[in-house]
């Protein structure tokens, strides 16, 4: 349906969109739901193969649902695919994403960066596994001048957290922050992190000792070759 364009996503958005978004409202946020999880995975697939842009009203529909998730969810894979399908709605329409506002007022620029740093402070390494690609995503989407001040501070915090994962797969997650800033901005990338402190040690002894321990570990032909272009 995706492939075939027109209204024909369109059409499909409208009818799976209620059915997705109310299964969120039926889990407990503090307990394993399955149907909440297959939500959030079949949400995720739907922002992923969509349209750029994606139909108007996607972001208003599903970003409620999905940041109650993010901000207040435990099980693990639940996190993991809200984060994906937050990853796949920027991949496709940031324009709308940046423009949306929830019913505090928050642009959706800030209410990201408010789920990414949950994930980063308080996640496992599992369940926060894309959190880096959400990030990578919003660096790259967002730009400098959009980010302002939250660049550094993003930045900081991706650094922190890659300077305690363990898990390969996160540590290749938090990786791609930098590999991304690095394709166009090394020098200045290079620069901000040897300004760092992380645990008493140089931030880019830290971020470069995890980025090439584990670089036997990563997969994925783009993330690899955006990882050693100029690691």
């Given at each position: 349906?995706?492939?075939?364009?027109?209204?024909?996503?369109?059409?499909?958005?409208?009818?799976?969109?209620?059915?997705?978004?109310?299964?969120?409202?039926?889990?407990?946020?503090?307990?394993?739901?399955?149907?909440?999880?297959?939500?959030a995975e079949l949400l995720g697939v739907l922002a992923e193969y969509g349209p750029e842009?994606?139909?108007?009203?996607?972001?208003?529909?599903?970003?409620?649902?999905?940041t109650r998730l993010l901000l207040g969810a435990t099980d693990e894979e639940l996190l993991k695919a809200a984060t994906i399908a937050v990853k796949n709605i920027i991949a496709h329409d940031h324009q709308q994403l940046f423009e949306w506002r929830d019913d505090t007022g928050k642009a959706g620029l800030e209410v990201v960066l408010l789920i990414?740093?949950?994930?980063?402070?308080?996640?496992?390494?599992?369940?926060?596994?894309?959190?880096?690609?959400?990030?990578?995503?919003?660096?790259?989407?967002?730009?400098?001048?959009?980010?302002?001040?939250?660049?550094?501070?993003?930045?900081?915090?991706?650094?922190?957290?890659?300077?305690?994962a363990e898990q390969a797969q996160f540590i290749q997650s938090l990786t791609l922050v930098f590999a991304r800033l690095s394709l166009n901005h090394a020098s200045e990338v290079v620069e901000f992190l040897a300004r760092q402190s992380i645990n008493n040690q140089n931030g880019l002894q830290v971020v470069m000792a995890k980025w090439l321990e584990n670089s036997i570990n990563f997969a994925g032909y783009d993330e690899i070759r955006q990882k050693y272009v100029k690691p």
């Open positions: 349906i995706a492939h075939m364009g027109g209204d024909a996503y369109v059409n499909l958005c409208a009818k799976v969109l209620p059915s997705l978004t109310a299964a969120f409202d039926v889990g407990n946020l503090t307990e394993e739901n399955a149907l909440t999880n297959l939500a842009p994606l139909p108007p009203g996607f972001v208003a529909a599903t970003m409620p649902k999905l990414i740093s949950r994930l980063l402070s308080s996640a496992s390494d599992h369940a926060a596994g894309e959190v880096g690609s959400l990030a990578a995503e919003v660096v790259e989407k967002a730009g400098h001048e959009r980010l302002g001040p939250y660049l550094e501070e993003l930045l900081r915090s991706v650094a922190a957290r890659l300077a305690t």
